[in-house]
């Protein structure tokens, strides 16, 4: 520490200094907290979801849907199959007007 009065105002000014610093590092913490907690109410309000939850939902529609072309078509042999077998059965039922 140095001594007499010039000293002694460095001395106060250094100290003055540091608790300023002190207060702006407390006050940017502060800011930032509050400016996160913001964030998050609005990210909230406005029903916004994270990025990994958006993608494992797009995964789940991509199978969804390939599930869906694959039981259309499905659906669609199968539709064709009965009307191959009503055509075939009407064709050799005996006493109808179709199989004459």
């Given at each position: 520490m140095t001594?007499?009065?010039q000293g002694r105002i460095y001395d106060e000014f250094a100290k003055?200094?540091?608790d300023a610093a002190g207060?702006?590092?407390s006050a940017g913490r502060e800011v930032?907290?509050?400016f996160?907690?913001?964030g998050e109410r609005l990210a909230s309000e406005l029903d916004l979801v994270r990025a990994d939850d958006l993608e494992t939902v797009?995964?789940?529609a991509t199978r969804a849907l390939a599930e869906v072309e694959r039981l259309s078509a499905r659906v669609a042999d199968l539709e064709a199959r009965v009307a191959r077998e009503e055509v075939?059965?009407?064709e050799t039922e005996p006493g109808t007007v179709d199989g004459l």
């Amino acid at each position: 520490m140095t001594t007499g009065p010039q000293g002694r105002i460095y001395d106060e000014f250094a100290k003055l200094m540091n608790d300023a610093a002190g207060l702006a590092q407390s006050a940017g913490r502060e800011v930032s907290s509050a400016f996160r907690s913001q964030g998050e109410r609005l990210a909230s309000e406005l029903d916004l979801v994270r990025a990994d939850d958006l993608e494992t939902v797009r995964e789940i529609a991509t199978r969804a849907l390939a599930e869906v072309e694959r039981l259309s078509a499905r659906v669609a042999d199968l539709e064709a199959r009965v009307a191959r077998e009503e055509v075939s059965h009407n064709e050799t039922e005996p006493g109808t007007v179709d199989g004459l």
